[in-house]
C-alpha cells in the first residue's frame, strides 16, 4: 500500500460524473475501510475515493453510492475484496530507500548459523518489486542464488499480489538497477515479450506470496521467527491506535536479534514500550524488562 493519488473531483451532483456521492456516503466508506483494512482517510481523500469505487459501481452496473456500499457490506461475490483493492493504491520500486538493504545484507550474514534458514517479512508485497529487492540483497549477501533465507511476501491486495507471483514487468521498471544484477537475476523477453523482463525462476523461488490483512489478530507465524520485518510506507495509512495494535502484532515475531524496517516518514515514539529505535528507521522489539 502506498501514497493514494490525487484524482478528478467528485463532488455530489448527480450528473457531474455519473453518481451522486455526498458526505454521509464518503463517511460510510471512510468507516468501512478503517474496519475492514485499518486505512484512515481524511477529506482530502473524497475525490480520489469517489473516482476510484465509481468505477466498481460502472463494473457492477449500480446507480447509487448508498446501493454499492449495500453491496460491499453483504461481501456479494467477493465484493469487500475488490473495494479493499480499489482503496489501496501501490506505489513502489526496486531497492526503494535503498539505504536498508546493505543494512539487511550485514545484519542477515551476522544471523546465520549453519543449518537455519533466515525468514524476511515483507509486509506490503504490493506488485512485488520490494519482495524481489529482499530475494536479490540475500542471493549477494550469501553470493548464492540458494542463501538461507525465505523471502514471504505478503498484501491485503490481491490484485496486485497476482502481478507480484508473475514476477514480469516492463524494462523500465528495471531502468534503475546495475546492468549485472540487472543479468544475474532478469530474463529480457523476445518477441512477443520484447519490452518485458521476468524475474529469474531461482530467484522467484525464494519468495512465497500470500493474502494478508496486517487487522488480522493472528499472522501465522511463530514467535521468534523473523529476522527481519519489512513495514516501510503502510503505517501512515493508519491512525495511531491502529499503528500501535500492529506493532503489538510484530514485535514478538522479532524475538532479541529481529530487526523491523520502517519507511523513512514513520515514528512510533507513541509504541516506545513496544519497539525501539536503533537508528535509519530500523527498530527492534522491546523486552518487557527492557529500560532503555
Same mark, same amino acid.
Given at each position: 500500500?502506498?501514497?493514494?493519488?490525487?484524482?478528478?473531483?467528485?463532488?455530489?451532483?448527480?450528473?457531474?460524473?455519473?453518481?451522486?456521492?455526498?458526505?454521509?456516503?464518503?463517511?460510510?466508506?471512510?468507516?468501512?475501510?478503517?474496519?475492514?483494512?485499518?486505512?484512515?482517510?481524511?477529506?482530502?481523500?473524497?475525490?480520489?475515493?469517489?473516482?476510484?469505487?465509481?468505477?466498481?459501481?460502472?463494473?457492477?452496473?449500480?446507480?447509487?453510492?448508498?446501493?454499492?456500499?449495500?453491496?460491499?457490506?453483504?461481501?456479494?461475490?467477493?465484493?469487500?475484496?475488490?473495494?479493499?483493492?480499489?482503496?489501496?493504491?501501490?506505489?513502489?520500486?526496486?531497492?526503494?530507500?535503498?539505504?536498508?538493504?546493505?543494512?539487511?545484507?550485514?545484519?542477515?550474514?551476522?544471523?546465520?548459523?549453519?543449518?537455519?534458514?533466515?525468514?524476511?517479512?515483507?509486509?506490503?508485497?504490493?506488485?512485488?518489486?520490494?519482495?524481489?529487492?529482499?530475494?536479490?540483497?540475500?542471493?549477494?549477501?550469501?553470493?548464492?542464488?540458494?542463501?538461507?533465507?525465505?523471502?514471504?511476501?505478503?498484501?491485503?491486495?490481491?490484485?496486485?499480489? #497476482? =502481478?507480484?507471483? !508473475?514476477?514480469?514487468?516492463? $524494462?523500465? *521498471?528495471?531502468?534503475? /538497477?546495475?546492468?549485472?544484477?540487472?543479468?544475474? %537475476?532478469?530474463?529480457?523477453?523476445?518477441?512477443?515479450?520484447?519490452?518485458?523482463?521476468?524475474?529469474?525462476?531461482?530467484?522467484?523461488?525464494?519468495?512465497?506470496?500470500?493474502?494478508?490483512?496486517?487487522?488480522?489478530?493472528?499472522?501465522?507465524?511463530?514467535?521468534?521467527?523473523?529476522?527481519?520485518?519489512?513495514?516501510?510506507?503502510?503505517?501512515?495509512?493508519?491512525?495511531?491506535?491502529?499503528?500501535? #495494535? =500492529?506493532?503489538? !502484532?510484530?514485535?514478538?515475531? $522479532?524475538? *532479541?536479534?529481529?530487526? /523491523?524496517?520502517?519507511?523513512?516518514?514513520?515514528? %512510533?515514539?507513541?509504541?516506545?514500550?513496544?519497539?525501539?529505535?536503533?537508528?535509519?528507521?530500523?527498530?527492534?522489539?522491546?523486552?518487557?524488562?527492557?529500560?532503555?
Amino acid at each position: 500500500m502506498a501514497e493514494a493519488l490525487r484524482e478528478p473531483p467528485a463532488h455530489a451532483t448527480a450528473g457531474e460524473h455519473g453518481f451522486a456521492f455526498d458526505d454521509h456516503d464518503f463517511q460510510r466508506v471512510c468507516r468501512m475501510i478503517h474496519a475492514r483494512a485499518g486505512i484512515s482517510l481524511g477529506p482530502h481523500k473524497r475525490d480520489m475515493v469517489y473516482s476510484r469505487l465509481a468505477r466498481r459501481l460502472r463494473a457492477r452496473g449500480i446507480d447509487r453510492f448508498g446501493d454499492y456500499l449495500d453491496l460491499v457490506e453483504r461481501d456479494a461475490e467477493g465484493e469487500g475484496q475488490h473495494f479493499v483493492n480499489a482503496l489501496t493504491t501501490n506505489l513502489t520500486s526496486f531497492f526503494r530507500e535503498a539505504h536498508h538493504f546493505p543494512l539487511l545484507a550485514s545484519q542477515l550474514r551476522g544471523m546465520h548459523q549453519p543449518g537455519r534458514q533466515l525468514l524476511v517479512w515483507c509486509c506490503a508485497a504490493s506488485t512485488g518489486e520490494e519482495p524481489y529487492s529482499l530475494a536479490i540483497t540475500a542471493c549477494e549477501a550469501f553470493d548464492s542464488t540458494t542463501p538461507p533465507v525465505r523471502i514471504l511476501a505478503t498484501d491485503i491486495d490481491t490484485a496486485v499480489l #497476482q =502481478v507480484a507471483a !508473475r514476477g514480469v514487468y516492463p $524494462l523500465e *521498471r528495471v531502468a534503475g /538497477l546495475e546492468m549485472a544484477r540487472k543479468r544475474r %537475476f532478469f530474463q529480457r523477453g523476445t518477441g512477443a515479450n520484447e519490452g518485458l523482463c521476468r524475474v529469474r525462476p531461482e530467484l522467484r523461488a525464494l519468495v512465497e506470496f500470500r493474502p494478508l490483512n496486517l487487522l488480522d489478530r493472528d499472522y501465522g507465524l511463530r514467535p521468534d521467527s523473523c529476522a527481519a520485518v519489512f513495514c516501510r510506507n503502510v503505517m501512515i495509512y493508519f491512525d495511531k491506535p491502529t499503528q500501535y #495494535q =500492529v506493532l503489538r !502484532r510484530i514485535a514478538p515475531l $522479532l524475538g *532479541r536479534e529481529g530487526r /523491523l524496517y520502517t519507511g523513512h516518514s514513520e515514528s %512510533f515514539g507513541h509504541a516506545a514500550d513496544v519497539v525501539a529505535p536503533c537508528g535509519r528507521t530500523v527498530y527492534r522489539a522491546v523486552d518487557a524488562g527492557d529500560a532503555r
